[in-house]
């Protein structure tokens, strides 16, 4: 918990909002004041929202934008004339908006570098997350624009395709000229994922390099399915602590050491808190096992580990299947949700009255969005093994039988998805560091 006497000395003693700061950094504090006005503390000094900068309507020579985006943060400079407005805030979100002379810009944006914040190119701050800039006249007429790859968008939808990258933006800043001249001023940034190719943004000569997150280790090929079960779950322990943000693995979660992970992610998790209390910490002490004779890999990994939920951020999900956990809203924005209490495929048989769904097990989550799987009970391996099947509660007939000699072990199946998604996720982290 924040201390609030501190912060409220940061303040000049004026009241505060009792929320968490923004950023909070050894000489630098983003703070709310009381009454959710955003102030920065940097270096001694508390900068206040200056609205006179909104009066500053010179063109725009030069734009200089720096991201955090794991931590949905900004710095926003646009160089007009012997002036620059700066505006640091949360992405779609609350920002501070103030004035320096153009010759502090540099600077100042030097100051953000050595932060952690990282040079994007002002209309992408990675290749595959584009800045999307809302404008608005008066309360309630807005006009959104973006530059994706060649293209500029208007209002989110109408793109007009360019000769390049560079001409897009050059484009897309005729088009904010036109509409500051008609009363529009900026009003958020945000960033949208990327559907065109993109230049990666690269930081100015000199500028502090960015900390690399540890390599991953190798992970020997397990030579059957109860290894295959074993280093799958190996490497999504590895991911919880090589990046200890944006996304944690409950069973691997330890609340003395990381007490504030869960509450880091911009998601309401207290419904995930409260009914997902028994899987927290759970693998605290499980280790790989020799399987009992004649137990499924299935088995295996239920009296090993028991279960896996893991929970990512929305600024890293690009490209996983997504679902929220427990098909509710609170329970946390999941990619992987596997135990034996998962789904009660009674109550669908019930509904639909089709008796052959009493035939299936749901093991994993995201059934309401086609992004489930259940184990198919008409069939089953010499070793115990079920086959692994989509589910979608809107299924209308199962799929036809898999022969037992062709049936994947789940372990075999665990460590093939739990490789995809890894895969995807480091990358989307990596990028937001």
Known sequence: MSNWKHLQKLN?????????????????VWLYSAGGELRVWSDGTLHKPEPQALKLTTPVKERFT?????????????????????????????YLLSLVEATDVEALVARYRTLGFRDGNPWNATKKRVAI???????????????????????????????????????????IRAKEKEGFVLHTVDLRDAKYPNPEPKAPKGSPKKSPAPRSPSFAKPQDAYAAADTAIAMLKDLHERFPQAHFVAEQL??????????????????????????????????????????????????????????????????????????VTGGGWSCLEIADDIYEIDGLVEATGNKDLENLFVFHGGWHIGRSFAFDHRTKSPTGEHAVVPFDESLQALPKKTPPARIQPFGLWLHKHVSRLTDIAEENLREGL
């Open 12 to 28: 000049g003693g004026e009241a505060i909002w009792h929320s968490d700061p923004q950023l909070s950094l050894k000489g630098e």
């Open 66 to 94: 720096l991201f955090k985006p794991l931590s949905l943060l900004f710095v926003d400079v646009e160089v007009r004339g012997s002036q620059a407005v700066v505006r640091r805030g949360t992405m779609n979100g609350a």
């Open 254 to 327: 330890d609340l003395k050491k990381e007490p504030g992970r869960m509450d880091s992610l911009d998601q309401q998790l207290s419904i995930f808190k409260r009914e997902y209390k028994h899987r927290i910490g759970s693998w605290n002490g499980a280790k790989a096992l020799k399987p009992r004779k004649s137990e499924s890999s299935w088995d295996y990994f239920l009296r090993v580990y028991g279960s896996i939920t893991w929970i990512v951020d929305n600024v890293v999900d690009n490209g996983l299947p997504t679902f929220p956990c427990g098909n």
């Open 133 to 175: 800039r809302e404008y608005r006249k008066g309360p309630s007429t807005g006009w959104a624009i973006s530059v994706d790859g060649d293209r500029t968008i208007e209002a989110y939808r109408n793109e007009t395709v360019a000769a390049s990258h560079e001409e897009a933006i050059e484009r897309a800043e005729k088009l």
